[in-house]
């Protein structure tokens, strides 16, 4: 029995042919290096929607575990006094790290995490956005009394590990920093200033959680050996002074 489906696809079927023959004369007519640039489009374009899925689906599970766990002041004072002193050889020699790159060369892949740090990295991004936006609906409930403005500042090409925040700010920002060891140096590299306003604690615990979420960022993925974040309240603070 025939339905809409089947009669369409028929259609279709029967029209492809001379559809796939004309299509084919019209590109023959065109130059090589169109045809190059309009695939290299293309490609593009597919893997940009692939990437933008790829974000939805890595947010929902964000929000997902969020709120499954649930958060208060007193979990950010657990997560600040739990890995507020961790360091780069701490994750190394507990293998949460796996031959990662010098510290301010590339960014340190997936396949240089143990399934352990790739946990961690999950946790502290976690922390970082719901300490930042986090709020009944997603099971955060935080004492925020104070707003504040978060400026982070690092280089353009390392701008995507922080791809998960929203409502974002960004300023072009020149590096100034010399490497003693010449390593990294940042003089001159075209860095960007990310800027974020959210609601601190009254004694800056949240702000807290913050710095420590972003030095683990840092640690299991930016790479960066000089990693610039600021918080200002919002009364006395520029988004111009960058």
Known sequence: MDTISSIIKKAQDDLFPELEKKIRLELQKKDKNWLIDQIIYLTCERHSLHEQKNRFEDMKKRLDRIHKVGYDDQALMNFVDKYRKISRKDLEESRFLINPPHMGLATIEPHQRSQKGEILLEEARDMLYLALYGDTTINVNLTRGQEEVLTIILPLSKSDSLFFLKAVTEVNADGTWSDPEGVSNDDHTNNVGLQVEFGDHKKGSIGMAIFVALNLINLLH?????????????????????
């Open 222 to 242: 930016v790479n960066e050996q000089i990693f610039y974040a600021r918080m200002e309240k919002v009364e006395r603070s520029s988004l111009q002074s960058l």
